[in-house]
């Protein structure tokens, strides 16, 4: 206890939440940065598993502008944390099948950079 001001009150969350306010603009900042730095793993990477994680950073930041404006004006209905799954199964599906085509290219080609995959006929 610090004169009259109990250090325990201080870590309350309704006073953080009064304290530090995340409006929709923040998640929207996070999400941005987020798309950058996957966006930026797609064009940078020349390693297939590394692009494919840069794709799945993309999907996770359209799932975040998609809840937080869910979140903030339609918090009485569903449509986009339906939405959210649905880009969740798509995101599953898709690194399912970019890892059997990563498999299948790394047994034939013994390397998976991008650089050498680019022949049509193996």
Do not use: Q
């Not at 797609?42 to 975040?64: F, P, T, W």
């Not at 979140?71 to 599953?92: L, M, N, Q």
């Amino acid at each position: 206890m610090i004169g009259s001001i109990n250090i325990l009150d201080i870590l309350k969350p309704e006073l953080i939440y009064a304290i530090v306010r995340v409006t929709p603009t923040h998640y929207l900042y996070v999400a941005g940065i987020v798309f950058c730095i996957g966006l930026m793993g797609v064009m940078i990477r020349r390693n297939a598993i590394a692009i494919l994680m840069s794709i799945e950073l993309m999907l996770n930041a359209v799932n975040i502008v998609l809840i937080a404006g869910g979140r903030a004006y339609g918090p009485k209905t569903y449509d986009a944390s339906s939405f959210v799954i649905f880009i969740i199964a798509v995101a599953a599906a898709e690194a399912i099948v970019g890892l059997a085509l990563i498999l299948a290219a790394y047994r034939h080609m013994k390397d998976i950079n991008i650089d050498d995959m680019s022949i049509m006929k193996w």
